[in-house]
């Protein structure tokens, strides 16, 4: 692979962590952005907790139009987008925007505008024949996501390649393992790459409800998300949207960029089994592991820390304990590894991405971000999950992998680029 | 050391034909699939067409247990791919399941499920939202199922570009054949003509108003004003050649020879159509120049302004009136993210027969300065073909195919 | 909304079979009838979010409230009858 990509800019919008500094005091000192529900009333529901970002979009710059066209998560990623580009430091008036593109993940798109919408169309579900006198002008822009994607590319000027990519929980790796791939072969030089969901609404509580796969533990919202614990009993729905800048290498070296990780190693692969449910022996994801590892050149043993999906359901934990093993081998009993989600919850498509933002953050402060809330582990998710306190730690090359309903199963490595070239 | 990538089967489901035989000779003959809704009552909507795959029995053709469990456009998406692998004669049980991934375009996902949970949410509570509802309204929802279906554990994904959808997962696919893997079932099946979608789609202001199915969906008409949606689309088989060979395929309906994609520039910035581009990268990529290219399957949007684009962004490359161009989905309606994947099927059909389907009730506005091959079909050496798609928000999209026999 | 009626009906085999059809189908090979009543849901061919979707509907039809885990896949259509029947 000729053509080497590095994260030159990173712009994050998560529950406690508004920008990446914010974020990652949050991680290091392992505190939990979980609570009770205050975007909507919970009370009907079966999981009340969630993390929720404190958000408001005029304090970021987005005009009241914006505002009023755009889905939340769509303001999140544009947010987002803006702060990648200021931390990267590229004039991109000077930049040929044909030459620059976007993707942004999505799981869920533009669920709480839609759900909004309906509400009033429909007179609160008392009409199936849906009153279009009460839609508003950017309600296409709410059925089709792609939507999130050109507002990106319009808050920074890109007119090359501009995508959303939705492949449910995976998104916001797939998202940016797509830019990468578009820098690779030559079809861009910088993409502005991310994802963004803002699921914190009724209908994605009440279906979440409807399989059990969110917490019940209602009476104790910021020790709720307990990954790999063995009282976990569900993960805490979150909201967000990372973005990053990627360049090819030799182009950011040439202007002076200052480089926070190279993105080595990308796969993805699907477990073929079913829409919701893991088999317990986690092989996809270890296949997905090992061919990013592959395209990395990198051995299971290179591997200094692996962040981990780790949603907290009983079902994930488990498979994903199951996959390291089978990928990492005797390596996987050595390795730190954590999960973030424990303290911002699971932004569905979005957390992809912030945890390619984490992982990055990781390498440069050397430092792993603890699993928080992880007292008294399950026996069978036997590995070194960093509990409660963040680890100081040479931290040259991260694995972060991602695991989503209908069966995707994303693994991506980042490394130190200057250590790749020792 | 690009890998040549061809289509070795599809799969079709459009509201003028379920499966290709029965697709192709509508398409031939111009026979319509557009007609009065009739999934539900839109008589107090001001648009009232559709392109509805009539005489579709979910149950005919798929297991009872995936019935409560997927929207209508994730079943007809389940049986394009079904016919789709059937055509090339693939069993994916017989292969490296690795080596075989599904990538598909989505727009709005299964709407109409979204819908009735939507509605019982908010009429009757929490609990009487379907467990369903985690999955089946969602973009990538007919990758999972088809995947599931067909035990493909290869890379998958989900692309979502509004109307380029179906080109830009090609596109995906061929990208993932040339990093190795061997099989990507790819392309695009939708709709959302249920009530709730239907508001949502006519908010982006372009569909027709008109009510009699001859006039109300007509590119580069001087009488255009907006297009008719529809449902349904193609999923398509793409292999690397080599490895088709291997499994004595035979060459397939053609190449994925180029592609191109290009983003308009910010509204009011005052910036030339990145369409122009998009077609420009595709031809170049095929390794072509515009006098090679033999038909143009054009966007159509039936937006005059957006009808002028095309237009210029045709004769500019090719020159006034010098390639033929069609808009076969004046038959179909627009099928969103099954729209561009369907006219690369048809275009393939096109190439395999020597024919270039025809772009019914349109009569050219003659500024436009293009060949539009109306009314009945046009019989033609047909060597390569380019197809266009655009979405709504700057999305421009370009293919190139090629005939198996014409390196 | 799910407040315990006196008016909560007793439940038929033909009522579970219902709902297991319209909830989550008829797996292939498989005859929905009398005989499947001693089958476990598992050799039924139904998956945890099958089971799921009927439980929440056994739950809005007869006016109980069931455990998350009520209905497992090694239980058989009788065993829902009786547990149901008995509330």
């Known amino acids: 692979m000729n053509r080497r990509v590095v994260i030159t800019g990173i712009g994050v919008m998560a529950p406690g962590g508004i920008g990446t500094k914010e974020f990652w005091e949050l991680l290091s000192d392992g505190r939990t952005a979980t609570r009770r529900i205050s975007l909507f009333d919970p009370a009907q529901f079966r999981s009340q907790v969630a993390a ?44 040929n925007p044909h030459r620059t593109g976007v993707t942004i993940g999505s799981a869920v798109g533009a669920t709480m505008g839609l759900e909004e919408e309906y509400r009033v169309v429909s007179d609160d579900g ?137 993105i080595a190693g990308y796969a993805t ?35 200094d820390y692996v962040n981990a999906h780790g949603s907290g359901t009983k079902q994930n934990d488990r498979h994903e304990t ?53 007292r008294h582990p399950d026996p069978e998710c036997d590995l070194d999950y960093v509990p409660i306190t963040a680890r100081e730690w040479r931290t040259e090359t991260v694995l972060t992998v991602g695991s989503g309903f209908g069966g995707f199963q994303s693994a991506m490595v980042l490394t130190n680029p200057d250590r790749r070239d020792r | 050391m690009n890998t040549s990538v061809i289509v070795t089967g599809f799969g079709v489901t459009a509201p003028n034909g379920l499966g290709t035989r029965d697709y192709w000779s509508a398409t031939l003959a ?118 599931i279906r067909h035990g493909m554990r290869g890379p998958s994904g989900v692309v979502v570009t509004d109307q380029a959808g179906g080109l830009d997962t090609v596109a995906q696919a061929r990208r993932l054949i040339r990093k190795g893997t061997d099989l990507v079932l790819a392309g695009g099946v939708d709709g959302s003509i249920c009530p709730w979608g239907w508001v949502a789609q006519m908010a982006g202001g372009r569909l027709s108003r008109c009510d009699d199915p001859g006039r109300a969906y007509l590119p580069f008409d001087a009488r255009a004003a907006g297009h008719v949606p529809g449902e349904g689309g193609a999923i398509l088989v793409l292999e690397d050649a080599e490895a088709a060979a291997r499994r004595g395929a035979g060459p397939g309906y053609g190449e994925i020879a180029g592609y191109g994609t290009a983003f308009d520039p910010r509204p009011g910035s005052g910036g030339a159509p990145a369409l122009p581009r998009a077609m420009e990268l595709a031809v170049r990529d095929a390794g072509l120049s515009p006098g090679d290219i033999d038909v143009v399957f054009a966007d159509g949007a039936a937006v005059p302004a957006l009808d002028r684009i095309e237009a210029d962004a045709i004769t500019a490359m090719f020159g006034a009136g010098r390639v033929p161009v069609t808009v076969p989905k004046t038959m179909t309606g627009r099928l969103y993210a099954g729209g561009a994947a369907l006219d690369l099927a048809t275009a393939l059909l096109c190439l395999r027969d020597g024919v270039i389907p025809p772009t019914i009730n349109v009569t050219p506005e003659a500024a436009y300065g293009l060949d539009l091959v109306t009314r009945r079909p046009r019989t033609a050496p047909v060597r390569t073909a380019l197809i266009v798609a655009r979405g709504e928000g700057g999305f421009n999209s370009a293919m190139v195919v090629r005939r198996p026999d014409d390196e | 909304m799910s407040q315990e009626s006196t008016a909560t009906p007793r439940m038929t085999a033909e009522d579970l079979l219902g709902i297991l059809r319209t909830c989550a189908g008829v797996a292939d090979d498989i005859v929905l009838d009398d005989k499947a009543l001693d089958t476990d849901f598992g050799s039924l061919g139904y998956d945890s979010i099958a089971l799921l979707e009927v439980t929440a509907n056994l739950e809005r039809t007869f006016h109980v409230d069931l455990d998350d885990d009520a209905i497992k896949a090694s239980d058989t259509p009788r065993d829902v009858i009786s547990m149901i029947n008995s509330r």
């Open chain 1, 52 to 95: 929720e970002i404190d958000f408001a979009p005029e304090e970021h710059g987005l005009t009241a139009r914006e505002v009023r066209r755009m889905d939340r998560a769509a303001q999140l990623a544009v947010v987002a987008a803006r702060q990648a580009l200021e931390d990267s430091g590229i004039d991109f008036d000077r930049m």
């Open chain 1, 126 to 262: 008392r009409e199936w024949l849906v009153d279009h006198r009460y839609s508003v002008p950017h309600l296409y822009g709410y059925l089709v996501p792609s939507s999130f994607a050109a507002e990106v590319a319009w808050a920074v000027g890109a007119e090359g390649p501009v995508a959303l990519v939705s492949a449910g929980c995976t998104s916001g790796i797939d998202s940016v393992g797509h830019a990468v791939e578009l820098i690779r072969e030559g079809s861009a030089d910088v993409m502005v790459a991310g994802a963004a969901d803002a699921p914190i609404s009724p209908i994605t509580a009440a279906c979440f409800d409807a399989i059990k796969a969110t917490t019940p533990r209602n009476d104790d919202p910021e020790h709720a998300s307990r990954p790999f614990d063995d009282s976990r009993n569900g993960f805490v729905l979150g909201e967000g949207a990372a973005v990053l800048v990627l360049e090819e290498l030799t182009a950011a070296r040439r202007r002076g960029a200052h480089i926070r990780a190279e």
């Open chain 1, 269 to 303: 692969r699907s477990n073929a089994f079913h829409m919701t449910g893991l088999r317990p022996d986690g092989k996809e994801m270890a296949e997905a592991i090992r061919a990013a590892l592959d395209e990395a050149r990198l051995d299971a043993g290179d591997v």
């Open chain 1, 322 to 374: 199951a996959a390291f093993k089978r990928s990492l081998g005797a390596h996987a009993y050595e390795v730190p590894i954590s999960s973030i989600k424990s303290m911002i919850g699971h932004s569905l498509g979005a957390i992809g991405s912030i945890e390619i933002a984490a992982s990055a953050l990781a390498i440069e402060n050397d430092l792993v971000p603890p699993t928080a809330n992880l």
């Open chain 2, 30 to 147: 111009g026979r319509s699939g557009i007609d009065r809704v009739s999934r539900f009552d839109a008589g107090r909507y001001p648009s009232r067409l559709a392109g509805e795959v009539s005489g579709f029995a979910a149950a005919d053709h798929l297991p009872s247990r995936l019935l409560p469990q997927t929207d209508h456009m994730t079943r007809l998406a389940l049986v394009a791919a079904e016919l789709a692998l059937a055509d090339a004669n693939v069993s994916p049980g017989d292969a490296d399941s690795y080596g075989m991934g599904v990538v598909t375009a989505s727009s709005a996902g299964g709407f109409e499920f979204g819908q009735r949970e939507l509605q019982n949410l908010w009429r009757h509570g929490s609990r009487h939202v379907s467990a369903y509802q985690s999955f089946a309204w969602f973009y990538a929802v007919n990758t999972g199922q088809i995947s």
